[in-house]
């Protein structure tokens, strides 16, 4: 088995706490001690862009994450205990939400048949239309009876879709120190809530 050799080092003027390679491109994405998220090119480790903490998204990242595709990164700040969904393209927050204790992990995962416990869901999905009506399009631009927001716009199209992304179904998997999981399909919905997780030590 050949060995790991040296190809390259950088030195960064902030100590690096987090880093997570896309599984799609040539991009790493790190989280530094200033709670600034960055991303850089590995060929030449050329910055593409960095988030600076603010007071909206935080300062402590305890977690990153890309979506399967490769077009999304999630991180978790601790402070403020709030999950940021980022675009890969332009260092602006797509989506965000609060969680009610500090995260200190992420997964973010293609739900497939052969690896996934949801197979029986995943399944379902095709059969829905055999007992099921078809849903009518929403118009492009509708509000509801309230006239309190708006559902669907246009404008925010190409946001939602982007969102969505291309895979079938991906989630988002989140843990944190107090022995609790969640999960998030699409990274926005929640859809389990797992408490009492024991930690388990690793054996070296």
């Known amino acids: 088995m050949p060995a790991f050799r040296q ?4 030195q960064l003027p902030q100590e690096v706490v987090f880093m997570a390679w896309s599984p799609k491109r040539d991009l790493i994405a790190l ?3 200033a709670g600034e998220v960055l991303l850089h090119r590995l060929a030449n480790f050329q910055r593409v862009w960095s988030l600076p903490p603010n007071e909206n998204t ?14 999304i990164l999630a991180f978790g700040l601790t402070d403020t205990k709030r999950i ?15 969680v009610d204790s500090s995260i200190t992990y992420m997964h973010w995962m293609e739900v497939t048949e052969e690896s996934s416990v ?6 379902a999905e095709d059969e829905s239309n055999l007992l099921l009506p078809k849903l009518p399009a929403l118009p492009k ?5 309230n ?10 199209s190409d946001e939602i879709m982007k969102l969505l992304g291309d895979v079938r179904l991906n989630a988002l998997v989140l843990g944190g120190s107090c022995g609790f999981i969640e999960i998030y399909a699409y990274g926005m919905f929640k ?4 408490t009492g997780v024991r930690s388990i030590p690793f054996l070296i």
């Open 84 to 98: 940021i969904l980022c675009d890969v393209e332009k260092p602006e927050s797509l989506h965000s939400f609060s």
């Open 147 to 156: 006239h309190t927001f708006c559902i669907f716009s246009e404008e925010k």
């Open 7 to 10: 190809v390259g080092e950088k």
């Open 118 to 123: 949801l197979t029986s869901f995943y399944n």
């Open 58 to 71: 935080g300062k402590e990242v305890t977690a990153l994450a890309w979506r399967p595709d490769g077009k």
């Open 141 to 145: 631009n509708y509000i509801n009876p």
């Open 31 to 33: 989280a530094n001690r």
């Open 191 to 194: 859809i389990a809530t797992v």
